[in-house]
């Protein structure tokens, strides 16, 4: 049934035109190919110890300018020096003990996720008034098509009456809730799946239950709860910790952009590795490594897969060992236990550059400013991922990516939102289309008649779809 729908949602004469415009990078929230290199204070300076040639210290020759006059932050320009943070003092300690500096890689990970100050464990930084918005905080029509599709892939895997159903990374818990709304209907599905949310953050744990309505039946063992409707939640810190053995459905929604990557540039005597350290000025600074370095060897499986024109091109290449490890976490499970992967976010099809980038209040800022006020992100390497996946297993398929207009489009979001038009206040109505802009739309909305620092700016094109799948289930929609 499920399927027919999609069928006929997909043909192309029912989908809404779309007005193509060229969107302009520093409105996105991570859409800028801004990077440590082109960013003001992080030029690559080699250790005073190292001996390199004039050309591992080229700078690339493209910069953003980032506009800080919306940033309410009087300490930031301020010239009076400001003792250091506690995340701070931890970087510099580590440093001083390693006798040497961190990768770009460490340095993400510690300002996202130290257990004490990183950026994302103490807070809510999501939606207008956090530090950036995702998909599922612009509009509820997101969750609702991405519980199409694990309902769609339910339904090619036979309708197994218990099935993991397993988000990394849930924010607030705003993507799940709405999934399990607009699945309600369908009390097949809701009642055979058991929910796995992978979140390291208390903070963000605490609001995803209070979004999901959750009952803590078992008080001792607060990562189990219940929904009201009596789907069974479980927190982990980890996939791995997700029980095995149960056909299992992963939904990896911004979440792939966070895991830290480690940066390289060409030098005369090959690639070295970008480094953090602290100079003389008791400032961070962007070195390069003396000699190799254990990322050195995921550098060579990316470089592997790539063409030979791509690399001649590339002066700056960044690989993300986390991501091509989880991956193959996710293909195995996948292979042994049925199912599959949908992972949506912002990234291309082709080897990455130099991406990674600050963003706070919504505004782009130096990558080495005040770590842990800021969300650290890079683009996404999909085609490491299907190389990832396909490596590990031979049961498994890749499929995309598509962009994320075509996916939520032929999913039939278009019949989505002229259904909820149809009973709505004006302002809702507004809301409602902005929100459509926003998911499928490619650059400035047409329709806006708002202030222009409120303009709409569609995230369809920047945003990309791939799907993991067991072979036996098929190909997923919408991927035909």
């Known amino acids: 049934m499920l399927r027919r729908f999609i069928a006929q949602a997909s043909l192309p004469q029912r989908c809404r035109c779309l007005i193509s415009r060229q969107p302009s990078a520093d409105t996105f929230r991570r859409c800028s190919s801004s990077s440590t290199a082109a960013t003001p204070g992080t030029s690559v300076e080699p ?24 940033l309410n932050n009087p300490p930031e320009h301020s010239h009076e020096p400001l003792a250091d943070s506690e995340l701070v003092k931890h970087l510099k300690s580590i440093i001083k003990f390693r006798g040497g500096p961190i990768s770009v890689a460490e340095y993400m990970e510690e300002v996202l996720i130290n257990p004490k100050a990183g950026f994302y464990i103490n807070r809510d930084v999501f939606g207008a008034e956090g530090d950036f918005i995702t998909s599922p905080e612009v509009s509820q029509m997101f969750g609702e098509m991405i519980g199409v599709w694990a309902m769609c892939l339910w339904e090619q895997m036979g309708q197994p009456n218990r099935v993991n159903l397993v988000e990394l990374g849930p924010g607030r818990g705003t ?136 690399l001649t091109k590339l002066e700056h290449v960044e690989v993300c060992p986390k991501a091509m490890d989880l991956t193959q976490t996710i293909a195995k499970r996948i292979s042994s236990d049925g199912g599959g992967a949908l992972i949506i976010d912002y990234g291309l099809g082709s080897i990455i550059s130099d991406s990674l980038q600050a963003i706070r209040k919504h505004k782009f800022v130096n990558i080495l400013d005040d770590p842990g006020s800021a969300d650290l992100s890079a683009y996404v390497d999909f085609p490491a991922i299907k190389h990832s996946a396909e490596e590990v297993s031979e049961d498994v398929c890749v499929y995309g990516p598509i962009t994320q207009s075509q996916f939520l489009g032929n999913l039939g979001i278009n019949f989505r939102v002229e259904a909820l038009l149809q009973n709505c206040t004006d302002e809702q109505a507004e809301s409602l289309r902005t929100g459509y802009w926003r998911l499928v739309g490619d650059g400035e909305a047409p329709f806006w008649e708002g202030p222009d620092e409120q303009t709409p700016i569609g995230m369809g094109s920047r945003y990309l779809a791939m799907a993991i799948v067991n072979k036996k289930q098929g190909t997923p929609v919408p991927f035909h």
């Open 175 to 310: 993507l799940m809730a709405d999934l399990l709304r607009g699945a309600s209907k369908f009390e097949k599905f809701t009642q055979s799946i058991n929910i796995h949310m992978i979140e390291v953050s208390p903070a963000l744990k605490k609001i995803q239950k209070t979004t999901l309505k959750c009952n803590n039946e078992d008080g001792a063992n607060e990562n189990n709860a219940t929904t009201l409707t009596g789907t069974p939640v479980s927190w982990h810190s980890t996939l791995e910790e997700v029980p095995t053995g149960l056909p299992t459905i992963i939904i990896a929604h911004e979440f792939f952009d966070a895991l830290p990557v480690h940066q390289f540039q060409k030098a005369s005597r090959g690639w070295c590795e970008k480094m953090i350290d602290v100079g003389e000025d008791s400032k961070f600074r962007v070195v390069l490594s003396p000699q190799p370095t254990p990322a050195t060897l995921y550098l060579l499986k990316r470089c592997k897969w790539a063409q030979t024109e791509e």
């Open 47 to 70: 250790p005073p110890d190292a001996q390199f040639s004039d050309d591992c210290t080229s700078q690339p020759s493209a910069r953003i300018s980032v506009d800080r006059s919306g």
